[in-house]
Nanobody
Framework: QVQLVESGGGLVQAGGSLRLSCVRS????????MGWFRQAPGKEREFVAA????????AYADSVKGRFTISRVNAKDTVYLQMNSLKPEDTAVYYC?????????????????WGQGTQVTDSS
């Protein structure tokens, strides 16, 4: 019923920037919160950022706070993750996800649909 497609990943040098995009498509209209998670090889999938339906409430993992910015344009059914000052430890597959309501969450289990992921690789 809901499909999410991420894009914008790639290979960047340390200190560089990328903007990830996630486009949501669904058969029926609904309000929803969006989140970004990431998973590095051998690691658990971890929370990165989330944003409410209105865009007025956002949350960030401590590891990315001050460097990453989440935003959304509901008219385009798109959420963005602006990633600045990238570090090697940011290397991971980044996943877009959506909840069934407008509230945000830090927890994987609160997200109902997931994209296929996009690879972000930071090198020296």
């Amino acid at each position: 019923q809901v499909q999410l497609v991420e894009s914008g990943g790639g290979l960047v040098q340390a200190g560089g920037s990328l903007r990830l995009s996630c486009v949501r498509s669904a058969r029926t209209f609904s309000t929803y919160a969006m989140g970004w998670f990431r998973q590095a090889p051998g690691k658990e999938r971890e929370f990165v950022a989330a944003i409410s339906w209105s865009g007025t409430i956002t949350a960030y993992a401590d590891s990315v706070k001050g460097r990453f910015t989440i935003s959304r344009v509901n008219a385009k059914d798109t959420v963005y993750l602006q990633m600045n000052s990238l570090k090697p430890e940011d290397t991971a597959v980044y996943y877009c996800a959506t909840t069934g309501n407008s509230g945000i969450s830090y927890y994987r289990n609160d997200y109902d649909y997931w994209g296929q992921g996009t690879q972000v690789t930071d090198s020296s």
